[in-house]
T-cell receptor
Framework: ETGVTQSPTHLIKTRGQQVTLRCSSQ?????VSWYQQALGQGPQFIFQ???????GRGNFPPRFSGLQFPNYSSELNVNALELDDSALYLC?????????????FGPGTRLTVT | QKEVEQNSGPLSVPEGAIASLNCTYS??????FFWYRQYSGKSPELIMF????GDKEDGRFTAQLNKASQYVSLLIRDSQPSDSATYLC????????????FGTGTRLTIIP
């Protein structure tokens, strides 16, 4: 167990709808990264938040947005859902400090868009 | 050329033997390297990380890094059926908490 939690576990949405996924980071960690993992693929980086600011973004459109709160928990919001957004969404928690770059994943949220 | 490449497998290894998983990366500026294990239907679990050239051992696992040749490998000694999973190689270009770039993973099966 990494101490990283995500909710909900599973979600079914219709194309065009909006969704919010939530993540609580491991105690003591100040950085949260979000990844999308399609079936049979490795996780793809969406963005990272450090101290409530976006700290890097992958090749995802603006309808993917996020937030980090003062307690370091985070949300991923996806607007105008498309069928291709169906995937496992992973949150990874880490501590941003010298010589500590490891990221620990939560259990993920399985999103199905119909 | 993909940024991080792995042989997708499946790789079948007899129980008790050594499993060898390989990964190559394209960005010479890559600084930190990670191996994750992912069971079917579960999220990735960090099992090894390495930042310097050479070998790093942790129990039955050994990570090997060769920056000149741009490859990183994972050896699993005394393979157990519970080691059957997909192994993901991940690379971070910066010494900072920015993105991990993953390979597509190698599916490993340990045969009893």
């Amino acid at each position: 167990e990494t101490g990283v939690t995500q909710s909900p576990t599973h979600l079914i949405k219709t194309r065009g709808q909006q969704v919010t996924l939530r993540c609580s980071s491991q105690s003591g960690h100040n950085t949260v990264s979000w990844y999308q993992q399609a079936l049979g693929q490795g996780p793809q980086f969406i963005f990272q938040y450090y101290r409530e600011e976006e700290n890097g973004r992958g090749n995802f459109p603006p309808r993917f947005s996020g937030l980090q709160f003062p307690n370091y928990s985070s949300e991923l919001n996806v607007n105008a859902l498309e069928l291709d957004d169906s995937a496992l969404y992973l949150c990874a928690s880490s501590l941003s400090q010298a010589f500590s770059y490891e990221q620990y994943f939560g259990p993920g949220t399985r999103l199905t868009v119909t | 050329q993909k940024e991080v490449e792995q042989n997708s497998g499946p790789l079948s290894v007899p129980e008790g033997a050594i499993a060898s998983l390989n990964c190559t990366y394209s960005d010479r500026g890559s600084q930190s390297f990670f191996w994750y294990r992912q069971y079917s239907g579960k999220s990735p679990e960090l099992i090894m990380f390495i930042y310097s050239n050479g070998d790093k051992e942790d129990g039955r696992f050994t990570a090997q890094l060769n920056k000149a040749s741009q490859y990183v490998s994972l050896l699993i000694r005394d393979s157990q059926p519970s080691d059957s999973a997909t192994y993901l190689c991940a690379v971070n270009v910066n010494f900072g908490n920015e993105k991990l770039t993953f390979g597509t993973g190698t599916r490993l099966t340990i045969i009893p």
